[in-house]
């Protein structure tokens, strides 16, 4: 998500960008007589992630190696059970293998992109399944649907997507960098609604709305860039946290924050070149950037 975090939940629009790093699932159907259950394996580039399993029909947690990581699975699966009960045929086994093609921690949509794929698996709606299980604004279901650039938002909890030619031509001043921590999406939200539950924000959602519009967009950089520090003191008063770019004082360009503020990634804007921007961050102890390039769906 580019443009609109925080805000998309009350029906701002969000400039959001598919990326080429996604999941791919397998699913093998094992006849039984007796003892159903649901071996779960997930792969992340370096090694296996995690396991569990699960017996059938009840999905009860048999086994797993993460509490947290099968409970948040198991209520995925009870969901979708609910929306199709006839996903999982009876006197059969399932053999589920996940691949991630990107490092958990980075906040790239693992949980999303899994949605997705089990949505297609069951021919259920995704955007149904992530409402009555893990929740959240679904733009990244969006993304995980979509094979160019969109612009998303809102109404209640009905998603409309329009596809844009965000193509830039000064895509090489943009890079993406890792600030070493994965955030709690769903805690952020949380902190954000209790912070301006009493607030009208519909000023400030119609202004997110036209920065998204405008960001996608200019083909001036400078423009961008302002679109960019507005937006940055936007979310920044309405979440109590300083813009990121306070942390680095002599970073010459912009610096904005994706996603929950205080991790994942952020998009830096700058005339340097890229070994200089690198350079730049590597003595910052950050070691993880792309450049836009090479970490957006060639549309």
């Not at 893990?134 to 109404?155: F, N, V």
Request: charged share 20%.
């Amino acid at each position: 998500m580019l443009t609109g975090e925080y805000f998309v939940l009350h029906g701002a629009k969000s400039l959001a960008m598919p990326i080429n790093k996604g999941q791919q699932m397998q699913v093998e159907e094992i006849p039984v007589t007796h003892d159903t259950t649901i071996s779960w394996l997930a792969k992340v580039p370096s090694k296996d992630w995690f396991y569990a399993n699960f017996s059938l029909p009840d999905l009860n947690i048999i086994k797993t190696d993460d509490q947290p990581k099968a409970s948040r699975l198991q209520l995925i699966l009870l969901t979708l059970q609910q929306l199709n009960p006839t996903a999982f045929t009876a006197n059969t086994a399932y053999k589920f293998t996940t691949y991630l093609e990107f490092e958990p921690e980075w906040g790239f949509g693992s949980s999303s992109s899994l949605i997705v794929n089990l949505a297609r698996w069951a021919k259920v709606n995704p955007y149904t399944l992530l409402n009555f299980s893990t929740g959240g604004s679904g733009y990244d279901i969006a993304c995980g649907q979509s094979k160019s650039p969109l612009i998303y938002h809102l109404t209640g909890l009905l998603p409309h997507q329009k596809p844009v030619a965000f193509k830039p031509p000064f895509t090489k001043k943009l890079h993406f960098v890792y600030q070493g921590k994965k955030q709690d999406s769903a805690k952020a939200i949380h902190a954000f609604t209790t912070k301006n539950e009493n607030k009208d924000l519909s000023s400030q959602v119609s202004r997110i709305s036209e920065i998204t519009q405008q960001v996608s967009e200019t083909t001036d950089f400078e423009d961008f860039c302002a679109l960019l520090r507005e937006h940055e003191q936007i979310v920044g008063m309405h979440i109590g946290i300083e813009p990121i770019q306070h942390h680095y004082p002599d970073f010459e360009g912009v610096l904005k924050s994706l996603g929950a503020w205080g991790g994942d990634f952020l998009l830096a804007a700058t005339h340097w070149p890229n070994k200089a921007l690198r350079n730049y961050f590597s003595e910052k102890g950050l070691e993880t950037v792309f450049s836009f390039d090479e970490l957006t769906i060639k549309s």
